[in-house]
């Protein structure tokens, strides 16, 4: 199967199909296995939305950074976002400032953090899509079970389909991230075909990526909407009901802004009124953040298939892993960062 699959892939002469892999990490495993440079120039793959830090808007890093030098919390981050710009500064930049900015690897991290640290207010950020939601709504109950009052969460967490939707107008078919659909199952997949939006969900390993892509090329040629799940080892129709459970019973759906798209409707999460306690927002009387994203970084542009990171004119120049201007370069599962990191044009 796997050699058939190359086959089809690399022989393809037909029409144009515009592909987009929505998934970070499905970004840069086709860079890492050499996947791109095999593509006839009729398939052409383009990087959509799929990275969590890269599409948080400037305006919560803005909130995040209030929250620490306005009211003097400990924010408690991932990684990746400290140095995600915001309007004047990021995170690594206020922290420098005074700032108290923890990495942690997980949400519990902070809930612990919280519990030894009594005397201090506590904000975990919470961003990502549905594969990690369950593990901030956890942290929120198991703040709640301990008693916990100086724990809350700023949130900016994302759901998928209302994106899938945003999207389609970008391509001809979506590489649908494994990932998220191991948590919310299949049927969304399945309602999209029937809406005119085409997609597979794709594991990460050479074979079933191009296994993913053989089906499309195949089935577009007939011409219909299609949806096939390649990941049946990991993704079921079901997803994950027990993942699902855990969001439905702390938060519920928003409209939410993402960086480049602007504000899709009910594709994010909040929490709940019953745990209103537990929002900084709400806490913390966060005042709206307008957010102005560097002028001169287009990752707006490549979070929508609208441009390549090589079409930035700071890509590889003031913009670098380093010295990153824009969210795309900051993250490690960002777009421009795999482009840089493995030189792709």
Known sequence: MARQAYDIVIRYDGKPLRIMEVCGTHTHEIFRLGIRQLLPPALELISGPGCPVCVTPVSFIDEAIWLALERGVTICTFGDLIRVPGTQLNLAAARSCGARIEPVYAPQDAVMYAAAHGEEEVVFLAVGFETTAPAACLAVQQAEAAGLTNFS?????????????????????????GHVHAVIGTAICEELATQGISGVIAGFT???????????????????????NCYPRVVRREGSPKGQAIIDGVMELCDTEWRGLGVIPSSGLQLRAAYAAYDSRLKFAVPKQAGKANPACRCGDVLQGKCRPVDCPVFGKACTPDHAVGACMVSHEGTCAAFYQYGGI
Do not use: H
Not at 153 to 173: F, I
Not at 216 to 226: D, L, Q, R, T
């Open 153 to 177: 969460l700023l949130t900016a967490n994302k759901t998928m389909p209302n994106a899938y939707r945003a999207m389609a107008g970008s391509c001809d078919a979506f590489i649908y991230p």
């Open 206 to 228: 050479a074979k079933e990526l191009l296994t993913a892509l053989a089906y499309i090329v195949v089935k577009s040629g007939a011409g219909e909407p299609f949806f096939q």
